[in-house]
């Protein structure tokens, strides 16, 4: 291994530009590949991942699919952890974790509640989350330095002090600058954002997580997942024309919706894999959160090690060459789904509005708009975000607004373009795509999520005003983008949107329709094509990483007791060991329950690192179904109607534990343990659904709340908001056994059901302990 490697480092070294690590250090580790160049000391683990393969495969004695080599790669205990798929709960030992700034400070809040000195494995913090979409990228980008310096000071401090590395503002979106600098293939990655399997496109798992999942590995402690099971789409013929990569996840959610990747990992194979980009098959596992999916990912194939090479790492691709045969599916291995795309009949997908299932083709989707009374007129197109942003993105955005300049067009919608890192905008305006697009009628933002995740003071439309946005984002739920619930917002590819902002209307299809040019003559936009990686070295641009110091014990990390955006958490109480008798109903919700419905993103995003002042949105979106609003619920003591979190409030200082009734997929979306943290702040103690989402489920386990499920999903009809809940059997809480529900009508009357659960036994642990981080600092007691 160690002359390619050697080759590989020269090539890498005579390729290399601004902040790329140096010869000394690398030729003195020849035999050693580091995970990244700004964690030189930290190192890729093959042997380890092939040893632990090879005592899974022959304890299961079958072919493996990738996603078993890697997730039981990580094993913390291969040779005797129980392994059923959909059932057993794994302990694993992940390589890394990211965090980015909105999530990161309630997770270095509780690490810093765990009392540890240090994290133990490679850390980062991403700052993408708070910059507001205004005027342009550097005023914006300017305003939210001083609007946010506090919070950017607290990141900056903590991750000095415990060993994190600091991304700045302006650095980019996370999940592009993980897949720049930090994913690799076969690596396992934990994030506290739920588009963290981005990183699949280099052949990771990427796994988005709450931020007290984080904290686990962050401590050394082995993380729990359930064995997931294994849903392989097959992909034959080839991408070509208008279609994009973004057309495959649009075609998949249409197919398995938004819950039907659920408990699962979704592992793309066959033929066709080799004719997307690795970008592009970065967009394709990012999308899959929108399916539910635990995580997505693509096999080691050229395309990757020909990304890995142009972003300075060709030490890990030769690395990566020699074990190979560990970051492929074996022949032979079995899925529990099979889901067959042919790329060369797949058409250009938009999928909406309010939900991102809901696909059309793109040749269908004005007339579908018409007959469904939504908005054809596109007021504004939206290109870029962590899912649409690579350099062939803009590349192929760029090639279309060309062909509209060359006749003397712009677009009729308001356009934005959205970097995906500062080495994306860098790159593009060396290139040249910057000023096209610009040209075009474009407005570049900030390297930042933007208006993807509601940071937009849009102003050309009013609060309800009817309207449609085409973007190239991965999620499209009611207000998503800027707050109104009347804007219809459609997800397509970048080159898509560029095309439709152009025409200005939904009914226009780039394939068969024409454009009038500026001399009156008609003409048809050309399917797009370019580089799918830049001929020269990629600009790295401004360096906005910050170190973290080998010693950070003399930092000081400082917490205002007046701040308004951050404060110290408080251990959570501890179950006081009887069944929770006659809790009140807080509200019974109607319909989709999104993260966004529990706990609003937009402007409640500079509340994340202080619990008791975000948790006045708590559940403000959801819909009663008593009444059929928005954050109007009846206060049972009171009998008056009000806002949700002003009732959790008052029933908390009566001292009344109170529940929340879902519907189905309770908590898709966002990674936000906010909607976990919230309710068991203000009082709550259980959430009884048809269905959860993976991650939301497991915040609530980990912030002591019981998520509990209908045995029979009819039995959701049976409970009404003026009913007294009691849950029985709590004292014999155990792995398996359901639990009883004593519903007691406001006529004296009862009635019992039974409710199922997906606890095991250290998750009933947590639940005892009033938390996950009650009980991390229990066994550390007990140990020291």
């Excluded at 993103?601 to 619990?611: E, I, N, T, V």
């Amino acid at each position: 291994r160690v002359p390619v490697l050697i080759l590989s480092f020269f090539q890498h070294a005579l390729n290399s530009g601004v902040r790329r690590y140096h010869v000394a250090p690398v030729l003195c580790q020849r035999a050693k590949v580091a995970m990244s160049h700004f964690e030189p000391n930290e190192y890729i683990n093959y042997e380890k991942l092939e040893k632990n393969i090879n005592i899974v495969r022959k304890r299961l004695d079958r072919p493996l699919t990738l996603s078993e080599k890697i997730v039981y790669g990580h094993l913390d205990d291969p040779a005797k952890q129980e392994i059923e798929r959909g059932k057993t709960y794994l302990r694993l030992r992940p390589d890394r974790v990211a965090m980015q700034d909105a999530t990161a400070q309630m997770a270095m809040l509780q690490f810093i509640s765990s009392g540890l000195p240090k994290v133990a494995v490679p850390s980062t913090i991403h700052c993408d989350h708070l910059i507001e979409a205004q005027s342009g990228g550097e005023k914006d980008l300017k305003r939210a330095k001083d609007i946010n310096q506090e919070v950017y000071n607290f990141l900056s401090t903590a991750g000095a002090k415990y060993g994190v590395g600091f991304w700045k503002p302006g650095s980019g979106i996370i999940h592009q600058i993980i897949l720049e600098n930090y994913s690799y293939p076969g690596v396992m990655l934990i994030g506290t954002d739920s588009h963290t399997p981005n990183g699949g496109g280099l052949g990771g798992i990427c796994i988005g997580v709450g931020g007290a999942d984080a904290v686990d590995v962050m401590a050394g402690i082995p993380w729990e997942l359930k064995c997931p099971k294994v849903i392989g789409v097959k992909l034959t013929g080839k991408l070509s024309g208008w279609t994009s990569p973004k057309d495959v996840i649009l075609k998949v959610a249409g197919i398995l919706t938004v819950k039907g990747g659920t408990g699962a990992i979704i592992e793309y194979h066959g033929p066709g894999v080799d004719s997307i980009s690795c970008t592009g098959m970065a967009t394709i596992c990012n999308m899959g959160a929108e399916i539910g999916a635990t995580t997505s990912i693509f096999p080691y194939n050229e395309r990757m090690k020909k990304y890995l090479g142009k972003t300075g790492r060709a030490d890990i691709a030769a690395l990566a060459d020699e074990f190979k045969q560990h970051l492929v599916p074996d022949s032979g291995c079995q899925y529990d789904q099979v889901i067959e795309i042919n790329l060369s009949e797949l058409k250009p997908h938009i999928n909406g509005p309010f939900t991102p299932d809901l696909a059309h083709p793109v040749s269908d989707i004005g007339a579908v708009a018409e007959k469904e009374g939504w908005p054809v007129d596109i007021r504004v197109g939206l290109i870029g975000s962590c899912t649409n942003s690579s350099y062939e993105d803009m590349g192929r955005s760029a090639a279309v607004a060309k062909q509209a300049l060359a006749h003397g067009l712009k677009c009729k919608s308001i356009f934005t373009i959205t970097p995906g890192s500062e080495q994306i905008r860098a790159t593009i305006e060396r290139d040249g795509y910057a000023k096209i697009l610009q040209e075009v009628g474009g407005m570049v933002l900030a390297n930042a999520c933007g208006p993807c995740i509601g940071q937009w003071d849009r102003k050309d439309i009013k609060k309800g005003e009817k309207n449609t946005i085409v973007t190239s984002y991965n999620r499209n739920f009611t207000g998503r983008n800027d707050a109104n619930p009347e804007t219809h917002a459609f997800v397509t590819s970048p080159e898509i949107v560029t095309a439709l902002s152009i025409a200005g209307t939904l009914k226009f299809n780039p394939e068969t329709d024409y454009l009038t040019g500026a001399d009156g003559k008609k003409f048809k936009l050309e399917a797009p094509d370019a580089d799918e990686l830049p001929k020269l070295e990629f600009d790295p641009g401004q360096d906005t990483y910050q170190y973290p110091p080998k010693d950070g014990s003399g930092q000081r990390v400082d917490v205002s007791p007046t701040s308004q955006r951050l404060q110290l958490l408080e251990p959570f109480d501890k179950w006081d060991g009887k069944d929770l008798e006659d809790m009140l109903i807080l509200i019974k919700v109607k319909g989709k329950c999104t993260t966004d419905h529990i706990s609003a993103a937009g402007p409640w995003l500079k509340f994340r690192g202080h619990l008791d002042n975000i948790s006045n949105n708590l559940l403000i979106g959801a819909i009663n179904i008593e009444n059929g609003k928005a954050n109007s619920v009846r206060n049972a003591l009171t009998q008056e109607f009000g806002p949700v979190p002003d009732t959790a409030r008052y029933y908390k200082k009566m001292g009344v534990k109170w529940a929340v009734i879902g519907d189905e997929n309770y908590g898709e979306g966002s990674s936000r343990e906010h909607a976990a943290l919230e309710p068991r702040h203000l009082g709550g103690r259980v959430i009884i659904t048809k269905s959860f989402a993976r991650i939301h489920e497991t915040n609530l386990k980990k912030q002591g709340l019981l998520p509990l499920t209908f045995a029979d999903p009819a039995d959701y009809n049976k409970i009404h908001p003026v009913d007294k809940l009691s849950i029985v059997g709590l004292k014999d809480f155990a792995p398996g056994k359901p639990l009883k529900c004593i519903i007691k009508h406001p006529n004296g009357s009862q009635e019992t059901i039974m409710l199922n659960h997906t606890f095991n036994e250290s998750q009933i642990e947590w639940f005892q302990a009033g938390s996950a981080l009650n009980r991390m600092k229990e066994l550390q007691q007990k140990s020291s």
